[in-house]
């Protein structure tokens, strides 16, 4: 069974910075993407940013240049760096991978964490 285990959400003043981990655990033969979503009060589950295993990121418009999205394939873990926090950057934080279970799978399955919350205030 996969679990993604997230932490380093919490409370911060708007312009500080929080480092955001998700580590992928379990029986699973490899994973492809590995990223971020996060869903404000009341609001759909938006994409922050994804990292392939090869490296390439792609980020919303919203965070490009205040965030930093990074993996450590052997740890099977992804990071988001969040600095220049904002108000509106208050939100529950998920991490997703996608995740090929064994080396005959034809597919890659998304697993989605429990969620860690980040609250920008003074």
């Known amino acids: 069974q996969v679990q993604l285990v997230e932490s380093g959400g919490g409370l911060v003043q708007p312009g500080g910075s929080l480092r955001l981990s998700c580590a992928a655990s379990?029986?699973?033969?490899?994973?492809?993407?590995m990223g971020w979503y996060f869903q404000a009060p009341g609001k759909q589950r938006e994409l922050v940013a994804t990292?392939?295993?090869?490296?390439?990121?792609n980020y919303a418009d919203s965070v490009k240049a205040r965030f930093t999205i990074s993996r450590d394939n052997a740890e099977n873990t992804v990071y988001l760096q969040m600095n220049s926090l904002k108000p509106e950057d208050t939100a529950v934080y998920y991490c997703?991978?996608?995740?090929?279970?064994?080396?005959?799978?034809?597919?890659?399955?998304?697993?989605w964490g429990q969620g860690t919350q980040v609250t920008v205030s003074s």
């Open positions: 997703i991978a996608e995740i090929k279970a064994t080396l005959y799978s034809t597919t890659y399955s998304r697993y």
């Open positions: 379990g029986r699973f033969f490899s994973i492809n993407a």
């Open positions: 990292i392939t295993s090869g490296g390439r990121t």
